[in-house]
């Protein structure tokens, strides 16, 4: 491992819903749709219960990107969730650029239960963007 990086690429850690993204995210699996083995998800009820503090733990413990795959309309917890996890995002990116980090580097996409190959796109492409700027 080297300056964060597995060899297989950037260590992303993907926040994952039960009930929405999390059945994509196994689907894709089941599809045998490929992404970078470098991805680790955590599950939580509703995205927009995500901490900043979390997400800025992840990025300060080597984590290169860390991807929300939120509930978007679909939450079941609640009806303002997409936008409560958008000021999430949006707050902490103000955090990051406040520490001098790339907000880029945190990413964030509505993945539906059945959004297997979105999922997947989001992952490998925020994997070309890591592999491609340097960490800041």
Not at 62 to 69: K, P, R, T
Not at 98 to 120: H, N, Q, T
Request: charged share 20%.
């Amino acid at each position: 491992m080297e300056g964060g990086k597995v060899n297989n690429g950037p260590k992303i850690l993907v926040f994952s819903t039960e009930k929405i993204s999390d059945p994509a995210i196994d689907m894709a699996g089941l599809l045998k749709l490929h992404y970078p083995p470098t991805v680790y998800t955590i599950s939580v009820p509703c995205s927009s219960a995500i901490k900043p503090i979390w997400i800025l733990r992840a990025l300060d413990q080597g984590f290169d990107g860390v991807f929300i795959a939120a509930d978007g309309t679909d939450c079941p917890y609640s009806e303002s969730c997409t936008d409560n996890t958008g000021k999430i995002v949006s707050n902490t990116m103000e955090i990051m650029k406040s520490r001098g980090m790339d907000p880029a580097r945190l990413k964030m996409a509505a993945i539906c239960s059945v959004c297997s190959e979105p999922f997947v796109k989001h992952v490998k492409s925020f994997t070309e963007y890591l592999k491609n700027h340097s960490k800041n």
